[in-house]
């Protein structure tokens, strides 16, 4: 979205589901953009505070890609820890006895986020 003059406002973890099942990534949420560069006019911005960039929280900051990255970076992390749980409970109840390693899962969630920086 950068390269279209676009940065994501209020980007957070629950923008990205996981069909375990199915083994697929799913974006959701995501209809809030703004044009670039944008400034912060309300102080602290809307949204889970462990996602969000410093900028967000600074009155009169400009929100741009760097902004992004580091939120979809926060949002990657935190859906790395969560898939890992989640594969780990997954597997236990569902396969048991099934190889099946829960790394491409995450590979995959990861790349989906920089994707969504270079769109």
Not at 3 to 32: H, M, P, W
Request: hydrophobic fraction near 40%; charged fraction near 20%; proline fraction near 2%.
């Amino acid at each position: 979205m950068a390269e279209r003059g676009y940065v994501a406002i209020d980007f957070y973890d629950g923008c990205v589901l996981y069909d375990f099942a199915a083994q697929k990534t799913i974006l959701s949420n995501i209809d809030l953009y703004a044009k670039s560069p944008y400034i912060n006019t309300m102080g602290r911005m809307w949204g889970s505070s462990r996602f969000m960039s410093p900028e967000e929280f600074t009155l009169g900051a400009v929100i741009d890609e760097v902004s992004n990255v580091y939120v979809m970076g926060a949002t990657a992390f935190a859906q790395s820890c969560k898939m890992h749980l989640q594969m780990r409970r997954y597997l236990k109840h569902e396969h048991q006895g099934t190889l099946f390693t829960s790394n491409e899962n995450i590979k995959e969630s990861i790349s989906i986020m920089i994707l969504m920086v270079k769109l």
